[in-house]
């Protein structure tokens, strides 16, 4: 009986030794080879650690959306029974409730995915392959994975087709960390089933829930992903499919390909913008076009892509990084009201590191840097527990309600801890085929980077920017490496210093980075200088409205430093751009960095940090209350158009 025992505990140790062997090292990755690869390399995210005001806002909502205890157990599992109960088969006609709650659980897997890249946390991987297993179990035996009981309610007012895009790009990034066969077969049997349902000669995609099936042709992405991983044909072949099904209707929207041959404003394509032009999901289908472009090579998809890119970002995109005005393309970029709905952001910000990537411009980084100090920083509130569902301009932010009758999702609180952790893979990249290094953001903390000769550059950056314009990269490595640095410089800097070594450099600038060829390792040292005076943004076509701008850093108004006085018109002229920091001991602790602007003839009008504003609100906590969830504004107001005489 002893040995019998004996074995017995041998072969469960062995048992248990192989999962958590599984769990440490997940099974190889296959990818198919595309036609166009990256120029530029991500970092793996473990080896990124930020720090600064940055990388402590990461920090605060990754612990409370993700890390935390009550995150993968009540967040993430609310998501998950929603596969179980199927709620939006009751209630998708009841005032447009309840008909995206199959959101949640994908959004929540590529923040937990990214998080655990970054983290390592295990418990955090166990709780990934629980919850994805745990979805599984709801999958039908003919594939179909949803929280609509009725899987062909795809047409009329329904996400149906939009949820199973993210119940698809979940798996298929679990599987991605996992490395498990079950996950993959998964994925492609969920969307088999969703190929029988929609498509040539069925319910054409175009026809398929809102806006004219833009949020539905969003899948591109993870079905992209998922052709990479499996080398079937008919996953290609559907999406595109998809590419194709956007000319169908001649002369309607969305027709992406053929009206994206020029630079024409999205919102003037067709009548009546704001039926169609839904910002977050179009510029979802744009990021999903350009992967398809990278697998096949059709350069009209990327011509799309970069004109329509070029369409949106002057005029769309307004002063602080945010897109469009209430989720809608509509000529944002012209409008001093403003209300900017941080999913758009979050996928502008996507959008933009994809080109970064795959074109190794560095004039993409100063959009993510824009979003990243201005909108990013401002989404959440102080806790870390919520986020706002509009960003007002001049006037005080829309608080996120609580969507689907769930008692912890909204859908701009699921995608921030994912695009806060996106600011880590873009800040440093590697090239592809040379050693290059590209520093695209100035974000404070520690970083190991791989070169294509298998060598690695450790460094820090050190620094209090944006608020100083001391920059110092310092080196770590000891082995020295020879590598080429591209240091992006910004958008509104006009004079800059830089020394490698305390020894000035010069001769260095090309038309938006600083160059510098060379060996580095411990004991080199380069610091950078920007020089950040205020200045002053005008308003298109409106003359009566100026903001003003130091560094990437939009600074405004706020009740909280000049209670009712923020709607007093000022004089502004270029002379009177004279900018006094405020230290930290002299004024309000919620403000991140505050400023006296000392206009002509003394009066003082104080300024913060525009991500600083409105971040004091509470969590709602009735899922019922939705008319006063959605009315539901924070108690302090701000002014980023400043009404000038």
Not at 211 to 224: E, M, Q, Y
Not at 311 to 327: L, P
Not at 409 to 424: D, K, Y
Request: aromatic share 10%; with cysteine; net charge neutral.
């Amino acid at each position: 009986m002893k040995i019998r025992r004996l074995y017995l505990i041998i072969i469960a140790a062995v048992i248990i030794g192989c999962t958590q062997k599984q769990l440490d090292e997940p099974a190889a990755v296959k990818q198919t080879k595309i036609k166009v690869e990256d120029q530029l390399v991500s970092p793996k995210l473990e080896n990124v650690k930020l720090q600064g005001v940055v990388g402590e806002e990461m920090k605060k909502i990754l612990q409370k959306r993700v890390l935390s205890e009550n995150a993968q157990s009540e967040i993430i599992q609310e998501a998950t029974n929603a596969f179980k109960t199927q709620m939006d088969g009751e209630f998708h006609k009841d005032q447009n409730r309840g008909v995206w709650q199959g959101e949640f659980w994908g959004k929540w897997i590529l923040s937990a995915v990214a998080a655990y890249q970054y983290t390592g946390d295990r418990k955090l991987k166990e709780t990934i392959r629980k919850e994805t297993f745990d979805l599984i179990a709801t999958q039908r035996g003919d594939g179909y994975i949803g929280t609509y009981r009725n899987s062909a309610f795809v047409t009329g007012n329904t996400w149906n087709v939009w949820c199973r895009k993210y119940t698809l790009w979940g798996l298929v990034e679990a599987y991605e960390i996992l490395g498990e066969a079950k996950i993959l077969e998964a994925a492609k049997r969920h969307m088999d089933h969703l190929m029988i349902e929609v498509g040539s000669g069925k319910i054409e995609m175009v026809n398929t829930g809102n806006f004219v099936g833009l949020p539905s042709s969003s899948i591109l992405t993870p079905l992209v992903k998922l052709y990479l991983h499996t080398s079937e044909q008919k996953y290609l072949d559907y999406a595109v499919y998809i590419i194709d099904n956007w000319g169908l209707n001649v002369g309607n929207p969305p027709d992406i390909i053929s009206k994206g041959q020029s630079s024409e404003p999205v919102h003037l394509w067709f009548p009546e913008a704001g039926k169609w032009t839904k910002a977050y999901e179009f510029i979802s289908c744009i990021e999903g076009l350009v992967d398809l472009y990278q697998v096949v090579g059709n350069e009209k998809y990327l011509t799309a892509a970069k004109n329509v890119y070029k369409a949106i970002q002057e005029n769309e995109r307004v002063i602080t990084g945010g897109i469009g005005y209430h989720d809608k393309l509509n000529g944002a970029s012209f409008m001093p009201e403003g209300l900017n709905e941080p999913c758009d952001v979050v996928y502008w910000e996507r959008l933009s590191a994809k080109m970064l990537r795959l074109t190794g411009d560095q004039h993409y980084a100063d959009e993510i840097e824009r979003l990243a100090y201005n909108t990013l920083l401002g989404a959440f509130n102080y806790e870390g527990n919520w986020a706002v569902r509009r960003m007002g301009l001049n006037e005080p932010h829309l608080v996120a309600p609580l969507h689907c009758f769930t008692k912890h999702h909204q859908c701009c609180v699921a995608n921030i801890p994912r695009g806060m952790l996106q600011l880590a893979e873009v800040a440093v990249m590697s090239g592809k085929t040379q050693n290059n290094l590209y520093i695209n953001l100035f974000l404070p903390g520690s970083y190991k980077v791989s070169l294509p000769d298998k060598t690695e550059l450790q460094f820090k950056i050190v620094t209090e920017y944006p608020k100083s314009g001391e920059i110092k990269i310092i080196f770590e490595n000891e082995e020295v490496t020879t590598a080429r640095l591209h240091i992006r410089k910004p958008e509104w800097c006009e004079r800059a210093g830089i020394k490698v070594n305390k020894e000035a450099i010069n001769d260095m600038e090309s038309e938006n980075q600083w160059e510098i060829a060379g060996t580095w390792g411990k004991g080199k040292e380069i610091i950078l200088q920007l020089e950040m005076p205020g200045r002053i943004v005008s308003l298109p076509d409106q003359p009566n409205f100026k903001a003003i701008m130091r560094g990437p850093i939009v600074l405004a108004r706020s009740s909280m430093l000049e209670g009712d006085a923020i709607d007093e018109p000022i004089k502004l002229t270029d002379r009177s751009i004279n900018l006094k920091s405020i230290p930290k001991a002299e004024h309000l602790e919620e403000a991140w960095l505050a400023f006296e602007l000392v206009l002509e003839g003394g009066k003082v009008v104080k300024l913060c940090d525009y991500a600083s504003t409105g971040k004091n609100f509470d969590k709602p906590n009735d899922p019922y209350a939705l008319k006063a969830m959605m009315n539901n504004r924070v108690s302090t107001d701000q002014r980023v158009w400043l009404k000038t005489f």
